[in-house]
């Protein structure tokens, strides 16, 4: 009798499908999208007009969409890109000051996200309907609290893919973690009290490598929203 192991495929086909299942977790953060044909690009921490305007250009000249969620700090700073990201892909909330005081308390979230909320309407003219919180991590704010406050839902991701890389270390992590319904992280810019405090370069240089991948595998490249909608 043969004494080798079984083959991990079902293994690793049992945790994609459940993590491809909509549905939220964590008591209403959003981590992955329906099992549908597409992936969402997000960016955070912009706009930054050291990189926002080239990822800009490399997915309007490749037809590919993107949610970018915007602090209201950048916003506020470089108001004209702002409005640039907002008529050309899908604007998400990173809160206004990208602090870990935001989340330490829910009069501290409320204090943070109205702010930047008030900016987008004056700003853009827009509310968003997605938030990502800073660093991801919700603290003492509960997501289902943001829904029921602000009519945003939280969002999460699949995994992360621009943080201490180089490109082609970018352009390899992306290619692994590429399924139906995944919600990639990358960045636009550096955000306060960012652990990477770097260049966002290596990300554009990758970006249209990235993007080949996606189109390889079948995929479309689209927003949270649009990728949320899908399986509804």
Excluded: N
């Amino acid at each position: 009798m043969s004494s080798s192991k079984p083959p991990l495929r079902p293994f690793l086909a049992l945790r994609r499908a459940v993590r491809a299942v909509r549905g939220r977790m964590r008591g209403g953060l959003v981590m992955h999208g329906p099992p549908e044909p597409a992936v969402a690009l997000t960016f955070d921490d912009g706009p930054d007009p050291a990189h926002t305007p080239a990822i800009l250009d490399l997915l309007a000249a490749r037809g590919a969409r993107a949610t970018f969620f915007l602090l209201g700090s950048a916003v506020e700073r470089w108001p004209e890109l702002a409005r640039r990201v907002a008529a050309e892909q899908e604007i998400g909330c990173h809160s206004y000051a990208h602090a870990r005081a935001t989340v330490t308390s829910l009069d501290a979230f409320r204090e943070d996200t109205e702010r930047a909320l008030d900016l987008f309407e004056r700003t853009l003219g827009a509310r968003p309907r997605h938030y990502r919180f800073p660093w991801g991590h919700p603290g003492r704010v509960a997501p289902r609290d943001v829904e029921r406050l602000y009519g945003m839902t939280c969002v999460h991701w699949s995994g992360a893919f621009d943080v201490a890389s180089d490109a082609p270390t970018i352009v390899r992590r992306t290619e692994a973690s590429l399924e139906p319904g995944a919600i990639l992280l990358f960045h636009d810019g550096c955000a306060p009290g960012s652990v990477y405090p770097a260049s966002r370069e290596p990300t554009v240089r990758a970006l249209p490598r990235i993007l080949d991948a996606i189109e390889a595998q079948g995929l479309r490249a689209v927003t949270v929203g649009e990728l949320l909608s899908a399986g509804s």
